[in-house]
């Protein structure tokens, strides 16, 4: 079905104040999973809606709850996000670390005791669109084998990188070759992966992702690069946060929540006049993008150059959300 941005706000907005949460903080957490929706990311907007408001309802997350600074040294501070909402304390970080950056031309906030914040380039998106590089990652619970093994002991723990420009290039993405979100979108819509996403029981490479949804024998991007990188940024984000790891929170909490986060900032502009920073990152995007194609049909593109399209697309003709999806919601 095709449902409107004021539509899907207005039914998240119902929900949230169904479960006592006080009216501004709903109307905008609903209008950030509105937002992540239509900006064409199904798998961590609407979709996820309903395991977010099974946590709300567990009292994992605490919707009253407010972040608190804990230090400040200079450039760099930590920061408790005392268990509130994902969404709404990821942007109150990422707006901190952009002020930080305006003033010491890079600003980091580390912050522990998180939940969950659904699409992490929503973060990185706010800070392009500001002028500024967004660099951000979360850890998680353990949901994947480190390379070699099978029993889930590293997280997702998606990374993303955002560059301003005309367009914004950002890259957004888990530390596996499909995030669990994106198994469910495929699912879904009763595809197989486009490549091989995870093993199968037998220990077999799969292309099926209601396979890895039920034995989360998924595979980590770029096989032992993926599962490095996943572990060393848990470290980084443990450490600075003086948070729980990955390990911490899969052993110690009864589910997905009191994560620990990153986001940084940098200044481009003071470091680079704007004509020729514009000059650069366009000599970057014609190299790219004109190498010879592999299908002729399929053009070459960067991460993130499709959103401005596909939120116009979807402002336009409405916003897909999936039946079952919905009726859950509906139902909530
Ligand atoms: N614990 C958590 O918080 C987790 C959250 N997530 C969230 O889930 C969402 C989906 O993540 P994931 O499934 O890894 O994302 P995808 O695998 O869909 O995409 C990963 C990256 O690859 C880029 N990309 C994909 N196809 C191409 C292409 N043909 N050419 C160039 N670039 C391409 C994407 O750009 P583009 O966007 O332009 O397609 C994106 O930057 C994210 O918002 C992520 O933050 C994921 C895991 C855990
Ligand atoms: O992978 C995802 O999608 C995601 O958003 C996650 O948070 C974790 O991988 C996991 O919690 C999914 O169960």
Request: proline share 4%; hydrophobic share 40%; glycine share 8%.
């Amino acid at each position: 079905m095709k449902l409107s941005f004021e539509t899907l706000q207005k039914e998240f907005k119902r929900v949230l104040i169904a479960r006592h949460v006080k009216p501004d903080v709903a109307d905008e957490c609903a209008t950030m999973f509105a937002q992540t929706t239509e900006s064409g990311v199904y798998s961590h907007g609407v979709n996820r809606f309903p395991r977010f408001i099974q946590q709300l309802d567990q009292g994992d997350i605490h919707p009253d709850a407010v972040a608190k600074k804990i230090l400040s040294l200079g450039a760099i501070e930590q920061w408790d996000a005392q268990r509130s909402i994902g969404n709404l304390t990821a942007k109150k970080m990422m707006d901190r670390a952009i002020s930080l950056a305006s003033d010491h031309g890079i600003g980091l906030v580390a912050l522990r005791n998180a939940n969950h914040w659904m699409r992490g380039g929503s973060y990185g998106w706010q800070a392009a669109e500001k002028g500024y590089i967004g660099i951000c990652w979360t850890n998680s619970i353990a949901v994947m084998p480190p390379w070699g093994a099978k029993e889930c002991r590293i997280g997702t723990n998606p990374l993303i990188v955002a560059i301003p420009g005309s367009p914004i290039t950002m890259v957004d993405m888990s530390m596996s070759m499909f995030s669990y979100g994106m198994l469910e979108v495929n699912r879904l819509a009763g595809r197989e992966l486009p490549v091989d996403g995870g093993f199968d029981d037998n220990g077999q490479l799969t292309r099926e992702p209601g396979v890895i949804e039920k034995n989360r024998r998924i595979l980590p991007m770029g096989y032992w690069k993926g599962s490095g990188l996943s572990i060393v940024l848990d470290m980084i984000a443990t450490l600075l946060s003086d948070g729980a790891s990955v390990a911490e929170v899969t052993e110690d909490n009864s589910d997905e929540y009191g994560i620990s986060q990153i986001f940084i900032a940098i200044e481009v502009d003071r470091l680079i006049d704007g004509a020729t920073r514009d000059a650069k990152l366009r000599r970057i995007m014609d190299y790219v993008t004109t190498a010879e194609r592999n299908n002729p049909d399929e053009a070459v593109r960067l991460p993130g150059h499709e959103f401005t399209r596909l939120l116009a697309e979807n402002r336009r003709n409405g916003i897909t959300v999936d039946d079952s999806v919905w009726a859950k919601i509906q139902a909530l």
